[in-house]
T-cell receptor
């Protein structure tokens, strides 16, 4: 069965500094990886996904993520964080083409201070 | 394009009562999902529909939870009777088809508090 780990419950950065949110995964086949963001009292919003191809994926709001197969990681990054990036971030994985179930990590709360 | 709609947004009930949640997916989306998100955890899939058929309900507590999507469009999730541990946010999501590259789009959720 697939699983996702987000090792940090919270990430705090100053506005303008780089932001990294970590994610590692475990699957038996080829991983399909997703990042979602959740603002207070709102549903999850899709940021980006990796299915195949270039290991560096660019998504919404200036976010990008790098797929690293050897380290089984899919870390989310933003070169210069904004206060408005403060939210709850979820990494999710599907285990290849035959399993459509999306398994989520526990989430990482990002706080960007002005 | 309208997003996934859910109602109600908030619900407070006492244990052993019944409750129902409604979801209207994005127009044209064949696949609909219900998730349970307990505070401090990521969403957990309860049930997945493809049109009006159930694809996966392996994590649905069938002794108390039920869901239907009779006409292949909107869906209802019911809990009867509710337990304290059912307090959570119930998220509905939809995707165009249940393909491997399809992105799931989420509604705002229904926050349930069971007293």
């Amino acid at each position: 069965a697939q699983s996702v780990a987000q090792p940090e419950d919270q990430v705090n950065v100053a506005e303008g500094n780089p932001l990294t949110v970590k994610c590692t995964y475990s699957v038996s086949g080829n991983p399909y990886l997703f990042w979602y963001v959740q603002y207070p009292n709102r549903g999850l919003q899709f940021l980006l996904k990796y299915i195949t191809g270039d290991n560096l994926v660019k998504g919404s709001y200036g976010f990008e993520a790098e797929f690293n197969k050897s380290q089984t990681s899919f870390h989310l990054k933003k070169p210069s964080a904004l206060v408005s990036d403060s939210a709850l971030y979820f990494c999710a994985v599907r285990d290849g083409p035959n399993d459509y179930k999306l398994s989520f990590g526990a989430g990482t709360t990002v706080t960007v201070r002005a | 394009e309208a997003g996934v709609a859910q109602s109600p947004r908030y619900k407070i009930i006492e244990k052993r009562q019944s409750v129902a949640f409604w979801c209207n997916p994005i127009s044209g989306h064949a696949t609909l999902y219900w998730y349970q998100q307990i505070l401090g955890q990521g969403p957990k899939l309860l049930i997945q529909f493809q049109n009006n058929g159930v694809v996966d309900d392996s994590q649905l507590p069938k002794d108390r939870f039920s869901a239907e999507r009779l006409k292949g469009v909107d869906s209802t999730l019911k809990i009867q009777p509710a337990k304290l541990e059912d307090s959570a946010v119930y998220l509905c999501a939809s995707s165009l088809v249940a393909g491997m590259v399809e992105t799931q789009y989420f509604g705002p959720g229904t926050r349930l508090l069971v007293l």
